[in-house]
C-alpha cells in the first residue's frame, strides 16, 4: 500500500500537475489576500486577520481538488493499466486508501503555505501577534477537514467512470452539494421544521463552526463519517468489477 502511496504521490510531481495545483492555489489565494482591495484585505483594513483566505480557500478547492483527483482511477481505467493495480497483491480499500493518501498529501502541501500567510500577518501586526491564532488555527484544521472530504469525493467520482471530465464534473458537483447545497435546501420553506438538520448535514455548517476556534466533537464525527462512508461506497465500486 505504501509503495502504491508514493508512486501515486511521484506521478503528480513527475509532470507539471502537482506544481499547476501549488501555483494556482497560491496565486489565487494570494490575490485575495494581498492584492484584491476590499474589506477583506489585511492592507486595506490595518485588521491583522485571514478571514478572506478561509473564506476563499473552500470555493478554490471546489475546482482544484476535483482536477487533482479526476485521473487517479479514471486514467488507468481508460489506458487499460487499472487490471496491473489489481494484481498487486492489494485489497480493494488499500488501493482506495493509497490513491486517498496520495492525493490528499499533495493538497496538505498546498494547504501549508496558507503558514506563510499567518506568519506575514503575525509579525506585521502592530503589536506583534495581534492576530487570532485561536481563530486561524480552527480555520486551518476546518479547512483541512474540509479538503480531506473534497479529496474522498474526487475518489470516489473518479471510480465509477473512464472519463476524466465526467470524473470532474460529478466530483465539482459533489462538492458543491456538500458545501453549500444543503444551505440552500434548509433554506425552502417546506423543511423549515426540521432546518437545522438540513444544515447539520451540509460542509459549510461543520466548517463555520470549527473556524470559531474551537474544535467541537460533533464536527469531527460529521467530517470522519462523510469521509469513511465515501470510502466504503468506492471499496463497493471497485469490488464490483468480480461480480
Not at 500567510?117 to 506583534?128: A, D, R
Amino acid at each position: 500500500m505504501l509503495a502504491l502511496l508514493i508512486k501515486e504521490f511521484r506521478t503528480f510531481f513527475s509532470s507539471l500537475t502537482g506544481y499547476l495545483i501549488l501555483s494556482v492555489y497560491l496565486i489565487a489565494t494570494g490575490l485575495f489576500v494581498w492584492v484584491f482591495p476590499g474589506s477583506t484585505n489585511p492592507l486595506d483594513t490595518g485588521y491583522a486577520n485571514l478571514d478572506v483566505l478561509f473564506e476563499m480557500s473552500p470555493w478554490i478547492y471546489l475546482f482544484l481538488i476535483p482536477a487533482v483527483c479526476m485521473r487517479l482511477f479514471a486514467d488507468e481505467k481508460k489506458q487499460g493499466t487499472i487490471e496491473l493495480v489489481y494484481t498487486r497483491p492489494l485489497k480493494e480499500m488499500e488501493i482506495v486508501l493509497a490513491k486517498y493518501f496520495a492525493a490528499l498529501l499533495v493538497i496538505s502541501v498546498s494547504l501549508l503555505f496558507c503558514l506563510i500567510y499567518y506568519f506575514s500577518i503575525y509579525y506585521l501586526g502592530n503589536p506583534v501577534g495581534s492576530i487570532d491564532s485561536g481563530a486561524f488555527w480552527g480555520s486551518f484544521i476546518g479547512l483541512f477537514l474540509l479538503a480531506a472530504v473534497y479529496v474522498v469525493i474526487g475518489v470516489f467520482s473518479s471510480s465509477v467512470t473512464d472519463n476524466q471530465i465526467v470524473a470532474f464534473l460529478l466530483a465539482l458537483i459533489l462538492c458543491f452539494l456538500f458545501y453549500t447545497g444543503f444551505d440552500y435546501l434548509a433554506d425552502l420553506i417546506i423543511f423549515r421544521s426540521v432546518q437545522s438538520d438540513i444544515y447539520n448535514l451540509g460542509i459549510q455548517e461543520h466548517y463555520k463552526s470549527i473556524s470559531r476556534g474551537v474544535v467541537d466533537s460533533r464536527d469531527l464525527v460529521y467530517f470522519i463519517g462523510v469521509i469513511v462512508a465515501f470510502l466504503l461506497i468506492t471499496k463497493t465500486v471497485l469490488k464490483s468489477r468480480k461480480w
